[in-house]
């Protein structure tokens, strides 16, 4: 399968975690996770922290690639010095490092037909008592297999959803962004691909295969056209679970922005924080980068990690829908 979405690459004695499906030839994009550091290794957050680390490293390892139409963080093949596969449950069962349950809830999962993997911190070694397990599951079938199986152990009660697990991670988690904690937790509720297992959180990273993603490499020469801010309507959420996650949207109101907006056809991102965000027939708030293929003349909106990048739907937050919208109008005039 290759480094893809879920595993990750040791480069310069550091971990860092693999994004995405298309990489540019002979290299690989991927996020700084772990720096190592002389008293051991220190976890890294944000792209501003990776292009630092890889900017010391040579400006070779920072490229504009011409499909994704930005630069990127990349590590050439050849220089990785090491690959990190996430681990299935037949490899977990040798591990003595991991807090059971951990091993009982991949157990209960493949019970279900589902290839749940370990990733995270705990896939590295470097989890606490305190760390969330991070699994992954790869193709569309299983992904469909893992939110069956998800709500049929809800239904049993093997799983839940804690609300004051939640609270702590969009809290320490999400400070960055322009949505409040609340209208957060108003998705996160919603979302079946996460939980808590004998009272230890969790969440399963749905990741379809190369072959089944809507593009191709040299498919598309994406270029930046600014900022947006749409009203769509979701008409098709095939991927919407998926990281990378896209959906497509019939754009209804252009709060701000070009006018090429209203002729947008989908709204993607790399981050696992926008999936299950909507679904097909709700109306959702996008504020993200308007986007123009210079192959096919299509246009999309990409949701990186800026603080402004958002979707938002309204059947979630109900009430406060009003209140985001008023506060995106008003970043027209912010620059």
Known sequence: MGPIEGWYVTFRGSHLAVKGLLHPEGRVVAVLAWRREPGGFRRARGLFETYAFL???GERYLLFDDQAGQVLPVVPLAEVESFIEPQGLERLKERSDLDARVLRLVEALSDHGVDARL???MLLG????LSDADLVVYSAKQRDAAVEALKAMRAERKVE???DQLVRDITSRRADSLMTPEEWLAHERRKVLMGSFEGMPFSVKAVH???EHWERRGSSRWRSMGEVALVCEVVDDEYSKDTPNMYRVKPLDLLWGRDEGMEVEWVESVRSRFAEQAVAGETVLVVGRLEVDLRSWRYRVFLS???THLMASRE?????WSGLVERVRALAGSG
């Open 55 to 57: 900017k010391e490293q």
């Open 119 to 121: 990733t995270g911190s």
């Open 126 to 129: 470097l989890h606490t008592e």
């Open 161 to 163: 959803l804690r609300e």
């Open 209 to 211: 295969l190369l072959e």
């Open 305 to 307: 990690g800026e603080r």
């Open 316 to 320: 979630a937050l109900g009430g406060m």
